[in-house]
């Protein structure tokens, strides 16, 4: 990932997350992964996998990245969603074709970083980025039912609780 | 009508902005065409036969006077001095450039008005009944819910780049007139036992390749579940719906392959996980928004009797009898305008014709428009005091044509004239079969009648509904038509059927003929409709009329 | 074989074909006629170097006609060519008519 650029609401950045270990479902699920070892890891998940299965280890995970195929394929705006909505807190990334134009998809959908490879990057340089994370985007949605879309609602925090209680992990 | 708050205005000016620096990404090369191509799409621009088109959208149908006018001047402005309303109660114009649109949009946002999400793969233009709010068969006015579920749509960044388009219709009334069968989402407005207004939802219906009726999702859903419960819809969709086939990725498709049973377990199981969720759309909101769509105050209108403005016009009592509808209340009428004058363009409107519409709202009916889904115009709430001041006005723009429902009121899409997709031309043909039955005086004879004409397989015409549809197809590279008959629109829904093989462009008509002409033979009487004469007797009849000749006759 | 180039321009949305000097040109007449599929691709391949003038371009099937110059095989591509057949708008109406639709208003 060292040549991929990672957009954040800063601009591009350097991958902050080299040195986490690549992690992928099946490890998680197993059990296998203990608890301090999901903490540092990266959880990396194609756009079809059925998320509700990570419930209960929500908690314990700080990286999760998300497959972008292509620009015309949106599942994964839904998947950053539905574990926003199942109370994950920690980063989520939209890796892949992410246009310009899909920042505030992505963000709003829960997404807190992008990360595109080199060629992608080279065509769609930084200030055009800052444009779109400079625009204020204001959001029916959240007018409508406030904390649908924003990374963080009370909910999740209750959600985090009642994913401890059922927890695979005892509390260290 | 809703009223554009700050909010509002607000968005549809960012996005006349965002959509200029999409512009520019896309001279630049930062934006290659195929990423380019579904963003503009979501601002409603196809690249078409002969130029760009640009669909601006027409909330539910619903606009005033003042709108109007703006899309009359951008008629002229940007356009050739005209715009096709379309089957899904939007306006379209064919000649635009892409260096104009953003200013254009610019010029649409001063009126609060936009073209966001008329095409591309997210959630269309929620439509509804053009009678709303004045028919008197309703049980609320779907257009709030329409409102509610348009702002829940707009912008919706999960929901942006579905598996294909995806499109959602209200119906406030048991007598289905926004044809909520044949949507990816029907919501039909009920009432419960306790008295309590909800929803009825049908999924998975539509058109196309592959016509289907909706299915029933649920019998009842209360009114501040109601978004909780499209989202789950929504959601469910965008993640399996398929992607690897566009002919295959609709939500009617993914009914199909899951079952409804599982696709309603699917949905229930989402629901049942956000339900308790952050905030429903909290019932001040609903109420904020359903307020906006008070009817305006009947009282003052006098009381008037039509009958003594027949005496003394014919013409008048013969376009009444046609293109009037009852009102809920007895004081008003509906009043319906034909954009289906037999050799013209259906749904076409010059845009004089858009400003006498305008000038006549303003003056006479609470400055209120409606654009019918059969790609009429329609004065929803119209004093009967004016009735005749108002057919004197239409008939001095050509705009008196008195066929609502006739067999001159012909549903057509663009087709080959216009589109890229289609395969044959539908707009020849719409004229053609128009000005045969006009020259024939036989139209009031026939009675209601609606013919349907898509220019291809996409059914953009609506044919499959259309009690008889023609499906325009391309046989050796000559246009060939086939006909289905007894499609039905309403909560009657029918699919059409097949007659069998199609006709030259040159021998559709005699077929056409040939099938009213076994309708008319045989009918019990006057009161006897085609379509339920076709119900009573079936397909036998019609195809032996058209096919049973040597086929030198017909091919 | 016989196939000219066709494109839209990306601003004006104007209908477009190359003609032998590799300009775009309104008047599908004056199209390059290609007869092998070498030169299609080659010019497919321009077609590529131009995407910040115009919008996505193709290839079409021609026939030529008595006085040799190109015309569409399908009919879509003939009314693309000429212009719509219900209103007298588009290319037919801005110069003489270059190639015939039937049914033209």
Redesign the interface.
Known sequence: MSEWVIITNKGFGSDDWIGRSVIEPADVLSGKVGEEQLKKAQLKLGNDFQVETLKSFLPYLSAISIDFPSEKDGRGFSLARRLRQLGYLGVLRATGHVMIDQYRHATQSGFNQIAIPPKLAKRMPEPYWQQQIGSFASSYQEKLQPGSTTLYSLKNNILIEEAKKHSKFKPS | MYSYNDFDKNFVRQRVHEFRGQVQR????VL??EEFKPLRLQNGIY?Q????LLRVAIPYGTLNSKQMRRLALIAEIYD?GYGHFTTRQNIQYN?????DVADLLADLAEVDMHAIQTSGNCIRNITSDHFAGAASDEIEDPRPTAELLRQWSTGHPEYAFLPRKFKIAVSGSPHDRAAIAFHDIGLCTVRNNDGEIGYKIYIGGGLGRTPRIGRVLSEFIPKIQLLKYMDSIMHVYNRLGRRDNIYKAKLKILVDELGLKEARRQIYEHYDSIKNGSQLASAEIIKFIFDQFSPPDFSTAKKHDLEKDFIHSLSLKNWAETNLTSHRDPNHVIVSVSLKKPGA?PGDASANQMRVLADLAEQYAYDELRVSHEQNIVLPHVPKQHVTKIYNKLNEADLATSNIGMVSDIISCPG???C?L?TA?S??IA?QIATRFCEMKTERDIGPLKIKISGCINACGHHHVGHIGILGL?RG???NYQITLGGDGTEDAHIGERTGPGFPADKLIGAIEAIINVYLGGRKNRNETFLDFYRRVGLSPFKLAIYGLPATAYF | MRKILTA?Y??????IYLNSEKKWIENSVNADVFDNQEDADNALTFADTQ??KI??AYLIDVVLTSDGTPEP????EL??AA?????F???QAEKEVWVHVE?VA
């Open positions: 896309r001279i630049d090369g290659t065409e690249m036969l002969h130029s760009y050739k000649w635009i450039k892409l260096s363009t080959m004239d216009y890229t289609a031309r707009i020849p004229k391309d590279g000559v246009e | 839209n990306l601003l004006s949305g104007k209908v995407i910040d919008q996505s095989i399908s009919k879509k009314i693309r212009g719509p057949t219900n209103y708008h588009g290319k049914g």
